[in-house]
């Protein structure tokens, strides 16, 4: 009964620990950058302000390293999860350039594979950028037909594909390669302007930039059937231009929590050493 105990903690530690969203959107005001459960789908805020850096255009997660990124216009801002989690983040930020001038870029994903972010633009050249973290330094990594926009970007850490949501082209989420872009499921019926991705665990998560009065609700897809499986409660307030999102399953246990599952396991332990 006892190692039943221990291992119920553990996975209740586990089942916490598993798919979170993190998204934001550019509403004025104050806005907010949030933790969404998509398991419980309760919302909570990580960060507010009424300056850029709460505001993302697009956003990022690099879970080998534990850090977010977001950006405001040319303007790439960071984050470790500890930080976000401690209630007072220390926000890092660079300027991001391609060639001699100032880029913006409407959405971003990391890749583990080489530690770069990739963005994508809807104006002037239209193409999958690769940024250094580091200096904000940005190459184009590959074109795509100005057909698309995509302003939903992520990267799928388990299978190393690249996906995108454009609202033209054909409305919807594709698979993004050198040489093509593939449909993998179209937006749900009226929604137009979708630009938050996130995507992990076999889901894309379609991210709109609200307010939650207009637009109620983000969208759940499976990727492997291109079947919508679910939605769940935009906590956004405010109408954005551009909304962010990234699947950070390492940002979370709250704290509190950790520190709870900690105390019961340590108690457990106590007690079989007083019985050993």
Known sequence: MRKLSILSLFAASAALGSAQLIVGNDQSGTASIYEVNVQTGVARVLYSSSTADSKPWGMAADNV???LYWNNGATLYSATYASLL??????????MTFGAGTVNFVGLG??????????????ATE?????????????????????????????????????GLSDAGGAGLYRIDATSQTLVAPYPGGETDIDGLAVG???????????????????VYDLASGAQVGTLASPFSGTGTFSGAAYAPALVPEPGTMIALAAGLGAIAARRRRKA
Request: proline share 6%; no cysteine.
């Open 201 to 219: 665990g076999g889901r894309a998560y379609y991210v709109t930039d609200g307010p939650n009065t207009t637009q109620a609700s983000f969208y």
């Open 65 to 67: 390293n534990n850090v």
């Open 110 to 123: 990391y890749n583990p594979a080489t530690g770069r972010l990739l963005g994508t633009r809807n104006i």
């Open 86 to 95: 401690s209630g007072t983040p220390t926000i890092n930020s660079v300027g």
């Open 127 to 163: 193409a999958v950028y690769e940024i250094d973290p580091a200096t904000g330094v940005a190459s184009i990594l590959w074109n795509h037909p100005s057909t698309f926009d995509f302003g939903g970007l992520d990267f799928d850490d388990a299978t190393g594909t690249l996906y």
